[in-house]
């Protein structure tokens, strides 16, 4: 029996028909333009000028369609509260003058100092378990090199 390259499902070919010797090697056209757009994404995504190319058209969308990105981050905010109420309650932790545990402003992988941002392994909503996780090192900064590897 012939499997799906994508999902692996047993490919059902029924007899007394044409397609006996069927070439099939997906269950349907959904699978095949995910596998395809895998192995597109895998020959690809090492090459510099593929990455060049991704942020222009990147860019040129956000150009066009600013309001179609308020939407998409509105409804990430309504999907994800939490997420979003923990990094602003961070930030207010972090801009305090009470009790803050101090991060240091380098990565913490490689050590440098430009470009750094927040990551957060957990997402704490109070600040006693904000200034908890910091103590702990589960946040921390990163800079973007490091972050996207």
Known sequence: MNNCLYCNKELKIREGRKRLNSKRKYCNQTCSTRYTAKKYHLKHKDEQGYKDKQKIKFKEWYKN??????????????????????????????????????????????GSKKDISLKFEIYPIKAKGIREAIKNKKIYYICKKCRFK
């Not at 409804?75 to 109420?85: L, M, P, S, T």
């Not at 961070?90 to 490689?110: A, F, G, Q, W, Y």
């Open 65 to 110: 369609n600013k309001q179609r990105q308020s939407e998409n981050v509105l409804r990430y905010y309504y999907k994800h509260k939490d997420i979003c109420a923990s990094r602003n309650n961070t930030n207010k932790v972090l801009n305090c003058k009470k009790k803050v545990p101090k991060i240091d402003r380098l990565c913490k992988l490689c």
